[in-house]
């Protein structure tokens, strides 16, 4: 101990203001004001050899100077996607909201963990406040429970848990022997993480039995029952229908009326994975809210129709050091016994500050807007003989073929397929590396590589569209 100053702080506090103050600096210059810069790059595209060269990546014994350090900081920026660019049409997320991330800025300065009231009193509350809210938006007017998470994986991941413990509460302290073999039923639009949700959990991926969709991506109710009466008569149980509200590529709307019917008549958990609104007949919802509504990663609500505690009873493991029963105050508060998580970051702040700032109806206008751009894009790439559409856009996914002149007269069969399938992944790396913008690619079923391009940004302007149009052209017309 005499080699440290142990009644006194080991950093100067002067020291520290300046670090951040010029850290900010560089945030607001860099992260903020260039990175959503139409004129700007989306990207400074190295290949991973060439980045390690031009980042110090090393970690040494002894700490380096605030002026390398601050470097260390705008080369992380500027070899970075800018996400938030008007031009990054790549992933579900996109563009930037200033309240979100303000208040994102705060969490990380306040550094607290969402498990109990008194550690995190102001943060409990707000997302009390928006479960609350959220749950009479679905329109469950009996009420219901949730909980904040890292995403929509873990969110279909905590429904998947649920549901068992609902048919077989036994499996919580007993294990896989105290159940049958379990069944669920996803489409084969639905997002992965129901996998990765029954192959953690020790259902199998064998047990997820994925139905069949029609031609636009939704599941098909009779596919649906028939699948649910395969798994009987093997003698399985199926327990869970997973059914989403905006696939992850096609953007399609399952129809859960229907589902919900089928679900009721056999007793099944109905979860719904949505990006935009769900119906009030499902069981438990995963929203993502870092999607369409530009809360900063991660933001993420799993809502349940249900007011028996069930995640508590499901996840609560009573531990002692932290959901004491004879606190001073009302211990109703100490939620974080209904996660499985300990540490939990108080990510619904980001959105509580937003929805104060923006209120309801301008939320509504992000959706309303964002739709209305896709739908404007689809209309362009109508007009021109250079794209084609694979399907009219129900939300704001737009996938398209990007035609060559080379490929245009080629009769339509397996040889113009397989030379289509080679042309978005070369517009791809030769956008990248030029760093103009930002859209995803994909096979689908029997289709060949296509674009698939989320339009959310409130920050896209059609003038941005059509250059994603043109630029296009401009990068594969010699393909």
Known sequence: MDNFAVNSPTGEMNATESFIHHAMEIILEDAVKKATDVREKVCEWRS????????????????????????????????????????????????????SMVGSFITEA?????YTYEVAPVFTLMEDTLLRKMIEMIGWDEGGDGIFNPGGSMSNMYAVNLARYRYCPDIKEVGLFAAKRLVILTSQEGHYSISKGAALLGIGTKNVYIVSSDKRGKMIPSALEEKIKLAKSEGAVPFMVNATAGTTVLGAFDPIEEIADICEKYNLWLVSLLCLLCLLRVNSVAWNLHKMLMVPLQCSAFLVRDKTSLLQHCHSARATYLFQQDKFYDVSYDTG??????GRKPDAFKFWLMWKALGTTQLEQIVDRAIAMARYLAQEIKKREEFQLVIEPEYSNVCFWYIPPSLRS???????????????????????KKGSMMIG???????????????????VSREDLNFVLDEIHNLGQDL
């Not at 306040?110 to 969402?114: D, G, K, P, R, Y």
């Not at 016994?337 to 300990?342: E, H, L, M, R, Y």
């Open 410 to 432: 080629v009769p339509h069969g397996p040889e113009r397929w397989k030379k289509l399938h080679t042309v978005a992944p070369v517009v791809k790396e030769r956008m990248m």
């Open 48 to 99: 991973p050899e060439q980045l390690k060269e031009l980042l110090d990546l090393e970690l040494r014994d002894k700490g380096e100077s605030e002026s390398r350090v601050l470097q260390y900081c705008r080369d992380a920026i500027k070899y970075s996607v800018k996400t938030t660019h008007p031009r990054f049409f790549n992933q579900l997320y996109a563009g930037m909201d200033p309240y």
């Open 110 to 114: 306040i550094t607290t963990s969402l």
């Open 337 to 342: 016994d209904k996660s499985v998580q300990c």
């Open 441 to 459: 690619y994909q096979a689908h079923g029997d289709k060949p590589n296509f674009f698939r391009m989320v339009v959310i940004s409130p920050q």
